[in-house]
């Protein structure tokens, strides 16, 4: 356990050295700003909570923004030290690759979570400053959101260490990340939907729509935080939500082992290949 700690802490200070690193946080701490200010703006005639509104812009930001982060971050970790020689150096210590793999994870994972927590609190913050009331619910949906995004962060970051072990370029790498990226948040909710389209008003069973919003990381993120509480009446997860029946636990647990299956398999790949 030393050992990962020493590893993540190496990769936490490179982080902050790192201007691009920087320059992300602030970027997500001026959109969140925007989307704070600008989101929440007509909610005093309609009687919205400010917050719940607030919820529903981040959240679709973070599905935008938070996997490429984790993306960029993490796809050259692993092939990106073989190609500098550092990877080499690192193995001459007494440490194993698991735990390579491990530290740098949880280095990477740290980052994101920084970025997250300092960009988004910014907003609340700001919010709390406009002399907005905030019932208690609203303060625990938008923690869970904040939490939620970091755990995203994190399936994305595992599935950039799998590409990462894949991969034998860091070019090749960069370009699969950016095609997984374009996959998960683009390209297969608009084939879900042609094939919503396609299916002209007839019921898909409950069961195989659960199965193919599983399937997707930043779909079991949208009905996660926007499928529930004052933030479900605000987006269209609602009634989704309610259709699938998938509960909080189940949703948590679907992310949590997309975050594990990856990084497992990137660890064993990487235990395995020749260097």
Avoid: C
């Avoid at 939620?148 to 991969?167: C, D, E, N, R």
């Amino acid at each position: 356990m030393r050992n990962v700690l020493t590893i993540a802490g190496k990769e936490i200070q490179e982080g902050t050295r790192n201007r691009w690193v920087l320059a992300t946080t602030l970027l997500m701490a001026a959109l969140a700003l925007t989307l704070a200010f600008l989101g929440s703006a007509p909610t005093g005639t309609v009687g919205v909570n400010k917050l719940d509104v607030v919820i529903v812009s981040l959240s679709s930001l973070t599905i935008f923004l938070v996997p490429l982060i984790a993306l960029l971050l993490s796809h050259d970790a692993i092939v990106g030290e073989m190609e500098r020689g550092t990877m080499l150096l690192l193995l001459s210590y007494p440490i194993g690759r698991r735990e390579i793999v491990l530290g740098k994870f949880l280095g990477h994972l740290a980052i994101l979570a920084f970025a997250t927590l300092f960009g988004y609190g910014v907003a609340a913050i700001a919010l709390m400053a406009t002399g907005s009331e905030i019932g208690p619910e609203s303060w625990r949906a938008f923690a869970s959101m904040i939490a939620s995004s970091v755990l995203l962060g994190a399936v994305f970051a595992a599935i950039g260490y799998l590409t990462s072990a894949l991969a034998s370029e860091r070019s090749t790498a960069g370009g699969i990340a950016i095609g997984i990226w374009l996959f998960f948040v683009l390209i297969y909710d608009m084939a879900l939907l042609g094939g919503l389209v396609a299916a002209q008003g007839q019921t898909i069973p409950a069961g195989v729509l659960n199965a193919f919003l599983l399937a997707n990381p930043t779909d079991v993120y949208r009905l996660l935080n926007l499928g529930s509480g004052g933030a479900s009446t605000l987006s269209a997860m609602g009634g989704v939500a309610q259709y699938t029946g998938l509960s909080s636990p189940v949703l948590l647990a679907a992310l949590g082992l997309w975050a594990l299956a990856p990084l497992g398999f990137a660890t064993v790949i990487f235990s395995r290949r020749e260097l």
